[in-house]
């Protein structure tokens, strides 16, 4: 009797480890945490505004689907999201990240194409280096972007951005302030606690814009949380990057072209004007009647013609040229950009 007992009871805990297993295993075998589920409906979400063009609440919920889950494919939709919204900073240590964490499963092609895209973007794009030892989370335009102290750069999108400094445990605004900051140079920030809770510059004149250099180091924040990671797979702030606006020279050489119309129909003026005194003077009657039939008329054409191309070229070359300026003054990635903003293009698997 007291083995049939031992038996039904070592039955009963077998079958109890079964359901036990059975319950938290997938078909595919493996566990689905809740937390993954989360962050796949939130990047489906980003994906459905990022289509819909509301670029500012994608970039929000691709960030946030990182926080969740780490992927470093997501890094590619946060960096394309980010340069949709302007937010040009963001997108360029995204994509920096993108390289360097997926950089073994990567074509080459990608590679290229993400870094031809960084290029442009680091025209638009500037840095902020923080000198404090206070401790705190770091905004840019509302935008997390690290914890303080910062060891090193901060890329932002040029302009004028506003710099905060919170608490970490309660958030509130320990310091702020707003920051003008030039494409491809770096404000130098530096500010002390006196020991009243009140933010003071060290000494007067502590915002300083220099150019980057080598003895910058170069430290990448993560996009989400803030982490500092020096990576030297990762590409350096550029020396020196010009690029010309392709509206300028396609204008310099219409308005060479409209000149030359310009000229043209001057001299068909100059040649009509010289045919009309030799028909006056002369006594042919059929030197006259050519003259008028058919001379007059073809340089009259001829200047018409020379004078219209040319002034309609030159207006042309002229409204290029002025767009080629403004470009200049006020660079956009939108005008440049190599890669179409597709950030369902690329499979995050959960």
Known sequence: ????????????????????????????????????????SIYKSGISHFDAGEYQVALKEFREAYSIKASWKLLYNIGQSAAAAREYGIALESFEHYLVDGQEQLSLERIDQVREEITRLKIV????????????????????????????????????RTLEIKDAINGSVIFTQEVSVVGEKTVVIAFDNQGNNEMMPVETGTVETKKNDASITNVYISPVNGVATTNTAAPAPPQTVQLESPSFAPGIVLIGIGLAGLGTGTGFVVKNLKEQKLAEESTDPKYKEAYNNKVKPMNNIGAAVGYGIGALTITIGIILISKARKSRANPSVSQTTHLLPSPGSVTVIF
């Open 125 to 160: 794009v500037g840095y902020i280096e923080l000198k404090t030892d206070i401790a705190g989370d770091i905004y840019v335009d509302g935008y997390h972007r690290g914890k303080s102290p910062l060891a090193g750069v901060l890329p932002v999108t040029s302009g004028v």
């Open 1 to 40: 009797m007291t083995g049939i007992i031992w038996k039904w009871f070592i039955l009963v805990l077998v079958l109890l480890h079964s359901a036990t297993i059975l319950g938290n295993d997938t078909l595919g075998g493996d566990r689905i945490s809740p937390s993954n589920k989360s962050a796949e």
